[in-house]
């Protein structure tokens, strides 16, 4: 168990819909980190917030927004969703700013998206 | 165009034989790399690292092995248990994490045998 909850687990919507995606860190982690893993792809990194606010933005579409919020939570909605926005949306977080020091990022379970 | 590749999508080996996992990538600024294991239903978690300075890091069962002039990494795991059996990720980074973000690679699904 890495310390980092997202919920749900499990999503299944129609495209043009909006989902809302929530992560709760490791407690004292500032950063969370957004990442997205389509089918036989790699993880994409989305989005980093450091203490409530934006610290690097990697491939996220115009569509996605996120945010975090005063006790550290952070959420990633996508809206108008089409069908190769499902995937698995993952959240990491870590107690440090850096956006790509990756082995002080704890992983969470993942939250799967399923467009229809 | 993928930065970090893995291409071999899988990989079966026998328990108690080395598994290797192999790495290339294209950027010659990345000067980081890291190896994530995954299991099933879970998120990734961090393996090892090394940095462009080392051509070797060890870490019990697992070396990392950078050949920077080929632009390959790759990763042995000896000897291999069950336990093992997993997908793994390669990923890079540039100056030592501190700039960018971190590219992964498609992953590896490892099957160790009995």
């Known amino acids: 168990d890495s310390g980092v909850t997202q919920t749900p687990k499990h999503l299944i919507t129609a495209t043009g819909q909006r989902v809302t995606l929530r992560c709760s860190p490791r407690?004292?982690?500032?950063?969370v980190y957004w990442y997205q893993q389509s089918l036989d792809q790699g993880l994409q990194f989305l989005i980093q917030?450091?203490?409530?606010?934006?610290?690097a933005k990697g491939n996220i579409l115009e569509r996605f927004s996120a945010q975090q919020f005063p006790d550290l939570h952070s959420e990633l909605n996508l809206s108008s969703l089409e069908l190769g926005d499902s995937a698995l949306y993952f959240c990491?977080?870590?107690?440090?700013?850096?956006?790509?020091?990756?082995?002080?990022?704890?992983f969470g379970p993942g939250t799967r998206l399923t467009v229809l | 165009d993928q930065q970090v590749k893995q291409n071999s999508p899988s990989l079966s080996v026998q328990e108690g034989r080395i598994s290797i996992l192999n790495c290339d990538y294209t950027?010659?600024?990345?000067?980081?790399f890291l190896w994530y294991k995954k299991y099933p239903a879970e998120g990734p978690t961090f393996l090892i690292s090394?940095?462009?300075?080392?051509d070797k890091n060890e870490d019990g069962r697992f070396t990392v092995f950078l050949n920077k002039s080929a632009k390959h990494l790759s990763l042995h795991i000896v000897p291999s248990q069950p336990g093992d059996s997993a997908v793994y990720f390669c990923?890079?980074?540039?100056?030592?994490?501190?700039?960018?973000?971190?590219?992964f690679g498609k992953g590896t699904k490892l099957s160790v045998k009995p």
């Open positions: 990491a977080s870590s107690a440090s700013p850096r956006t790509a020091w990756g082995d002080t990022q704890y």
């Open positions: 407690s004292g982690d500032l950063s």
């Open positions: 917030y450091y203490n409530g606010e934006e610290r």
């Open positions: 950027n010659s600024m990345f000067d980081y």
């Open positions: 090394i940095s462009s300075i080392k």
């Open positions: 990923a890079a980074s540039a100056q030592g994490g501190s700039q960018g973000n971190l590219i």
